[in-house]
């Protein structure tokens, strides 16, 4: 009996987690987060780089990192996209600085959207101003780590613990997502729930890492006579997507840590603002 029961707690631990997923649209969100991390990705890092030039980080460096650090943490094909970067930099202007800047601010607003509906909560505050200011703030938190992370996974490549410094790091940077990601407010994973959400997260990535090399392996052929020269960019686009939607299952998962499941059906009853249309507190 306690053995059927451990299974119809977890069974409904499951369902809570995964209905979360689905009613937030779990997949469209991270298709949003595939194509923002496809099309902002390089934007950011040329933002980046830009901002670390100022401080007199050698771009070189920066990049020899940044290939360092794909090596340990991408299978091969994904990583092979990075060393394909163009090597020159870039004449920065004024104008150009505001649109990587306001392109980096499109993919801190897919995943703090992404998070926070799996958090239950509203991707904004109603204020875009405001909107604005706490992403702005988020995409400094969010490259200043990934910066960190980058420059860490990079020095730990060619030892033979390269591979759990990687994910360490990002266990980390998971769980710095879910929290960060959501609003202070109920929905929020507590830290010990985004700590054990985000290891098996990493854990997911590292283990299909792994296996994407197998993956990519058998299906080159297959993606080169299909998609012709956009072969390769179809498994970037898998693997990211692969990754985007396993964060975006372990924050709902982390989110509903602890909550009750569903009311049944048959004895559930609607809350009197869905009746009357009415906000608590509201005239």
Known sequence: MRVLAALR?????????????????????AGSLTYSL???????????????????????????????????LLPDKVAGAV?????AGVALRLSLLVALAW???RLVRAVRTGVRAMCGQNAGSGNPVFDAAV?????????????????????????????????VGLW?????????????????????????????AASVVALLTLAARRYFA???????????????????????????????????????AGARPAVPAADARPPVAAVTGVRDGGD
Do not use: K
């Not at 070189?60 to 360092?68: K, P, Q, S």
């Not at 060393?83 to 090597?87: A, E, S, Y």
């Not at 702005?136 to 490549?157: H, N, P």
């Open 172 to 200: 980390l940077l998971f769980a710095g997502i879910m929290l960060r990601g959501s609003w202070a407010r109920p929905g929020r994973p507590r830290g010990a729930a985004a700590l054990r959400a985000s290891f098996v």
């Open 218 to 256: 058998a299906t080159a052929a297959l993606h080169t006579e299909v998609y012709q020269a956009a072969g390769g960019l179809v498994g970037v686009l898998v693997w990211c997507s692969i990754v985007c939607r396993t964060l975006l299952r372990a924050t709902a998962w982390a989110s509903t």
């Open 135 to 167: 992403d702005t703030l988020l995409g400094l938190l969010f490259l200043t780590a990934l910066t960190v992370f980058v420059t860490v996974t990079a020095a730990a490549d060619g030892h033979p613990w390269g591979a759990a410094v990687g994910l």
């Open 38 to 72: 496809l099309v902002c990705g390089a934007p950011a890092a040329l933002l980046t780089a830009a901002a670390l030039d100022t401080i007199g980080v050698d771009a070189r460096e920066l990049r020899h990192a940044l290939h360092r650090s794909a090596a340990v």
């Open 83 to 87: 060393d394909r970067l163009p090597p």
């Open 103 to 105: 392109t980096s601010l």
């Open 9 to 29: 707690t977890a069974w409904q631990r499951v369902t809570l987690a995964h209905r979360r997923y689905t009613s937030a649209n779990g997949d469209a969100l």
